[in-house]
Every structure is written in structure tokens, then in C-alpha cells.
């Protein structure tokens, strides 16, 4: 059986944890997003995320969506 589906950013790392964890059920055929994987809040660069996260929060006129992207 194969299974298509649509993913917001928000649901992204939730879902990537459940296809890792069914690595031997599964088969990806293909991903648009390729290395993705957690951060630990001992790396470096997690404080800049977090900040990202609350500027986004208190600020989301000044981010966009996947949606606004031109591809081509």
C-alpha cells in the first residue's frame, strides 16, 4: 500500500520520530526534505532556534509558509 500525504511544518519532526521508530515496517519512496534530525539543547545553535521560535510567535507577519516559496 502507498500513502501520500501533506505535513505541516508544525507536525513535521512528530511525524519523522514515528517513520523513524518504523524503519522495518516501512519504506520511504521518496522525501522532499532530506537530513532532518533533533537538535539537543546542549548544541550550540539551539538557543538561536528557540529565539526563532518565540520571534515567530510574537512576530508572524514577518515569516512566511512553504506555500510562499516559488520552487521553480
Known amino acids: ?5 501533506d505535513i505541516r511544518e508544525s507536525a513535521l519532526d512528530k511525524v ?5 521508530n518504523l524503519k522495518a ?7 522532499e526534505t532530506v537530513d532532518i534530525e533533533a537538535i ?4 550550540a545553535d539551539y538557543k538561536y532556534i528557540i529565539n526563532g521560535r518565540k520571534e ?9 509558509s512553504m506555500d510562499d516559496i516559488e520552487w521553480n
Open 56 to 64: 515567530r510567535d510574537t512576530n508572524p507577519q514577518n515569516y512566511g
Open 40 to 43: 539537543s539543547k546542549y548544541e
Open 25 to 31: 515496517d516501512i519504506t520511504i519512496l521518496r522525501a
Open 1 to 5: 500500500m502507498q500513502l501520500t500525504i
Open 16 to 20: 519523522m520520530y514515528l517513520l523513524e
